[in-house]
């Protein structure tokens, strides 16, 4: 069974940053894509980002492009997603995901999923 740990997510102003970590092991880190989505109240998961298998390969939804960067520490089997710029409508529980396919931003690819942290961006 593949693990995910999120952290990192907070309470933050307009204009602000943070950045969301996703541990994992190591068996899952070098043989999964993973993924970031993101839930807001009364709306459906959506793709945020995504990290193909070799890490060189990234996948961003265009609402986040160029504020927004996913990447990897391969020393401590960790997704990071490096949020910038922060708008009140990126409010939502972020989600790291896994998956087999690498590139994918169709959330029914990733068979495991991480527990989500909660972003709050305030006017």
């Known amino acids: 069974q593949v693990q995910l740990v999120e952290s990192g997510g907070g309470l933050v102003q307009a204009g602000g940053s943070l950045r969301l970590s996703c541990a994992t092991s190591?068996?899952?880190?070098?043989?999964?894509?993973m993924g970031w989505f993101r839930q807001a109240p009364g709306k459906e998961r959506e793709f945020v980002a995504a990290?193909?298998?070799?890490?060189?390969?990234?996948y961003y939804a265009d609402s986040v492009k160029g504020r927004f960067t996913i990447s990897r520490d391969n020393a401590k089997n960790t997704v990071y997603l490096q949020m910038n710029s922060l708008k009140p409508e990126d409010t939502a529980v972020y989600y790291c995901?896994?998956?087999?396919?690498?590139?994918?931003?169709?959330?029914?690819?990733?068979?495991?999923w991480g527990q989500g942290t909660q972003v709050t961006v305030s006017s």
């Open positions: 190591k068996r899952t880190f070098v043989s999964y894509a």
């Open positions: 990290l193909g298998w070799s890490g060189s390969n990234t």
């Open positions: 995901a896994a998956s087999r396919y690498d590139g994918t931003r169709y959330a029914g690819a990733y068979g495991d």
